[in-house]
């Protein structure tokens, strides 16, 4: 029998429940785990981004012009569509999807 890997440490105790739970729902090989430890690490990074503008608010007051966006609503945009990347590549539904993607540079396919 396997041992059941330890969850990264450095990600938050709730995203390191969903990994411990996602560890212990499926059999994984370790470049999946990879995968999984990067999924949790952007989906981390959107929610300290979501914070940050929840805190300072979604706009900055420049003087003498418009106000600008906050710097994290773009690192939010960003983690979530990595996450959601990371989780269409893992395939965790296990229901065959078509792949909707260009072909790949340089695939023989």
């Known amino acids: 029998m396997t041992e059941t890997p330890r969850s990264p440490r450095h990600l938050r105790e709730p995203t390191r429940a969903w990994w411990r ?6 059999v ?9 430890t990067l999924a949790g690490e952007a989906y981390d990074r959107a929610c300290e981004a979501r914070e940050a ?13 418009a106000p600008r966006k906050h710097p994290a609503i773009g690192v939010e945009r960003d983690a979530a569509v990595t996450f959601a990347r990371l989780m269409r590549e893992l395939d ?6 078509p792949d909707v993607r260009p072909p790949r540079i340089g695939s023989r396919t």
């Not at 739970?21 to 499926?26: E, H």
């Not at 994984?28 to 999984?36: F, G, K, V, W, Y």
């Not at 503008?53 to 012009?65: C, I, T």
């Open 21 to 26: 739970q996602i560890v212990t729902d499926y």
């Open 28 to 36: 994984l090989e370790p470049h999946h785990l990879r995968l999984l």
């Open 92 to 97: 965790l539904d296990g229901a065959p999807q």
């Open 53 to 65: 503008v929840a805190r300072d608010g979604a706009y900055f007051p420049v003087e003498g012009g």
